[in-house]
C-alpha cells in the first residue's frame, strides 16, 4: 500500500512564480519527512526535511510545510528558477522505514 | 557527485538468473541502504545494514538478499529473476544509523530482466 502519496505527476511554473509540491500521507507513525530532488539519470539529492515536532522548516528559497492534522506535506519554491526542473519525492520515516512518493516532474518555464 | 558508487550501471539478463548489484558508499559512512524503483513507482525501501549488521528490513522480496562487508561495501544479492524485478536499484549511504540522518544516493543500477 502507497503509505506516501504525490497526486500530481507533474507541475509546471513560470519562472520567479511560487513552485507548491504537495504530499499526503497515511500513517500517523511518521516522524520525519524529508523532499529529495532528482534529474535524470543521477540519485535522489536531499532537499530539506523536517520533524514531526514542528510545523514549518526554511532553507533559502524552499519552505517545507508539515500539517499533522490533515496528514499533509507541502514543499514551496520561492522564486522558481529553470534550474529546479527535475523530480520531487517525498519521503517519510519512522523507526528506520522509509516511504517514498512517486514524484512530481517540475517543469520552470523561462 | 554524492560520492556513492554503484556498479553496474545497466544490467541485462534473463529470467530465472542471479545477479550482484554493488555499492560503495561515501568515505566514512557507516549506514548503506538499498531501494528499488520500478516503473511509475517511488522508491521502495529494502533493507539497511550498518556497520556491517543488518539494521533495518522492509519490503525485501526473500528471493533478494543483501550484505556490507568489513571495507562497508555493500552487495544486493537478486535470484530466480522475474520480469517484474526490473527496476532501477539505488543504494544510498549515511553517517550513522539514524533515519533522520541524511542519505546520499547514488546514481542507480537499471536491471532489465527478459
Known amino acids: 500500500d502507497q503509505q506516501v502519496k504525490q497526486n500530481s505527476p507533474s507541475l509546471s511554473v513560470q519562472e520567479g512564480r511560487i513552485s507548491i509540491l504537495n504530499c499526503d500521507y497515511t500513517?500517523?507513525?511518521?516522524?520525519?519527512f524529508l523532499w529529495y530532488k532528482k534529474y535524470p539519470a543521477e540519485g535522489p539529492t536531499f532537499l530539506i526535511s523536517?520533524?514531526?515536532?514542528?510545523d514549518k522548516n526554511e532553507d533559502g528559497r524552499f519552505t517545507v510545510f508539515l500539517n499533522k492534522s490533515a496528514k499533509h506535506l507541502s514543499l514551496h519554491i520561492v522564486p522558481s528558477q529553470p534550474g529546479d526542473s527535475a523530480v520531487y519525492f517525498c519521503?517519510?520515516?519512522?523507526?528506520?522505514?522509509?516511504?517514498f512518493g512517486t514524484g512530481t516532474s517540475l517543469t520552470v518555464i523561462p | 557527485d554524492s560520492g556513492v558508487t554503484q556498479t553496474p550501471k545497466h544490467l541485462i539478463t534473463a529470467t530465472g538468473q542471479r545477479v550482484t548489484l554493488r555499492c560503495s558508499p561515501r568515505?566514512?559512512?557507516?549506514?548503506v541502504y538499498w531501494y528499488q524503483q520500478s516503473l511509475d513507482q517511488g522508491l521502495q525501501f529494502l533493507i539497511q545494514?550498518?556497520?556491517?549488521?543488518?539494521?533495518a528490513k522492509g519490503n525485501i522480496l526473500e528471493r533478494f538478499s543483501a550484505q556490507q562487508f568489513p571495507d562497508l561495501h555493500s552487495e544486493l544479492n537478486l535470484s530466480s529473476l522475474e520480469l517484474g524485478d526490473s527496476a532501477l536499484y539505488f543504494c544510498?549511504?549515511?553517517?550513522?544509523?539514524?533515519?533522520?540522518?541524511?542519505?546520499?544516493f547514488g546514481p542507480g543500477t537499471r536491471l532489465t530482466v527478459l
Open positions: 568515505s566514512g559512512d557507516l549506514s
Open positions: 523536517i520533524s514531526s515536532i514542528k
Open positions: 545494514y550498518y556497520n556491517g549488521e543488518e539494521r
Open positions: 519521503a517519510a520515516s519512522y523507526g528506520n522505514q522509509f516511504y
Open positions: 544510498a549511504s549515511s553517517p550513522l544509523a539514524s533515519s533522520t540522518d541524511t542519505q546520499y
Open positions: 500513517n500517523s507513525m511518521f516522524d520525519y
